[in-house]
């Protein structure tokens, strides 16, 4: 840096002028040519790379923002939903990777979920967007998102699709069934919900209200 800082002092008037519009016209390219940062989450499956395409056509596709973009409800609307497992805790830590709640039904009413009741639960989108599925992936399984160009929600242990990947959703429609694949240890519904890329914790977004 001497070396250079001694140069720079040498320098005749138009070549310390050259240099600082060298400068500037650096700074401009190198502003231009940064990208937003990619979120990361394991629970996401498929290509980084494909996510930032994506993501921009959304951006085109849902400019307007609208009541039903913003993820709103309990996903299985049942009013006999149990949170399993809390947010930011056990394996849900740490919560900026791993960040959600695991639901599951009390089928028999005695006050704890069951595996009967839970087992291929219907699942609904808590908002509109356009669906990423994304089969056999670990630790999320059969793991399906619904994203718009603010909210991305994420559903993972699936049993089963009710929608393909790429189709547009609306909020309240039958997304899924619940499952156990992936890392899980029975059948639970593993919900997230991310707000420009941030993970967010989702009894912030009425996931008590179970009907809607
Ligand atoms: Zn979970």
Known sequence: MALIASKIMTLSREQFILLLLALIGLGFLVQQTQQPPLQTSLWRGGALSTQRVARQSLSAAFAPQSATEHPSGNPL??????????????????????GGIDLAVDGDGDGKADPQGTWRAPVYATHDG???????????????????????????????????????????????????????????????????????????????????
Not at 84 to 97: C, I, L, M, N, R
Not at 165 to 173: L, T
């Open 77 to 98: 609307r049942n009013p006999r939903t149990v949170i399993t497992q809390g947010y930011g805790v056990g394996s849900h830590a740490p919560a900026s990777v791993w």
């Open 130 to 212: 356009v669906a990423r599925v994304r089969p056999d992936t670990w630790p999320g399984g059969n793991y399906l998102a619904i994203e718009n160009n603010r909210y991305k929600t994420a559903y993972a242990h699936l049993d089963s699709y009710a929608v393909v990947d790429g189709q547009p959703i609306v909020r309240g429609q039958l997304i899924g069934y619940v499952g156990s694949t992936g890392m899980s240890s029975g059948p639970h519904l593993h919900y997230e919900v991310w707000e420009h890329g941030i993970n967010r914790d989702p009894l912030d977004f009425d996931v008590l209200r179970h009907e809607w």
